[in-house]
């Protein structure tokens, strides 16, 4: 059922004339712009979307992209037709600044009440959103770097599959910084965001800088996918075991690989919280004008051999909500 809202909504999107926005409607909907379902990640954003829908009674509409390959045009153009709709609230993912901002602070010196979710931690209080709520990326990335450090890692890749989304950039610095303190090199490659969800692109790309870069015993990619496209790198050079895999964002197949040992670690940044958090703050904001201050931590959590075994049975009784299938 909310499928098929979605798919009406997005057709809706595509015929509407930009509109210079108005004071929200009391009546208006609550639009969520948030990531591509077609990425495994932005699953568990949805499923908590969904379940925090279900719990306190909220109707809400989830708008996407269906195509990554043009985002940083896309994005801004799905947030301009959701605007022109005088929504009751906006929950935003600002993947991309240069377009979104401005859009999100025409909606807000307009009326429209805005909270961040999952990216622009950074620009939420300049832009007049009442919050943020995720990960802090920096610290997602440090920590990472922190880990491959103490295991023993000499030189390490940072493979950014989003470039343009600073969010995740950020990961990469904190990543780089955590590892330069420790004296140890870094290498730091792209691929563009139309190959964010093919793996064996990912594959051919990574085992091409492992091909260059020989002595790379460490790498961190920024979501579950690329993970698994690093670690089919590893083996296709002939170097399994020998270099230490660690990743942002969790899904099945990732944690199964930390399970039998081929993936070091996952960070966590919770995304089913970031949905679930979402629409509590929006209908506790919308009824009683009260919301928390600030950025609302998500993460990193560490999913090592520690605790994965509970977060694969976590995922096997409540599917999806500890990272996509």
Known sequence: MLFAKTVRALAALAVIATAT???AEEDGPILVISGPLSWPFFAAV???FDDGAETFGVDYQYIAVTDT???????PRLLQQAISRNPRMLLVGEFFPDGMDPLIKEATAAGIPVLIHNSGQTLWEQNGSIGFIGEDPFQMGYRAGELHAEKGVTKGLCFNQVPGNPTVEERCNG??????????????ETIG?????NPQAMTQAIKGILQVHTDIDGIYTLNAVPAM?????VEEVGRAGEVQIGTADLSNEVLKAIKAGDIAFAMDQQPYLQ??????????FLDYGLHPIGHVKTGPLVIDASNVDHTLEV???????????
Do not use: C, H, W
Not at 229 to 233: E, F, I, P, V
């Open 315 to 325: 995922n096997s009784k409540f599917a999806g909500v500890r990272g996509a299938d």
């Open 275 to 284: 949905g679930f958090m979402s629409i509590q703050v929006a209908k506790q």
């Open 21 to 23: 926005p108005v004071v």
């Open 193 to 197: 965001t139309g190959d964010a969800t």
């Open 46 to 48: 949805k499923q908590g």
């Open 69 to 75: 390959a043009n985002m940083t045009s896309d994005y």
């Open 229 to 233: 496209s690093a670690l089919r790198a």
């Open 175 to 188: 990543y780089v910084a955590a590892m330069k303190e420790a004296g140890i090199a870094t290498v730091y």
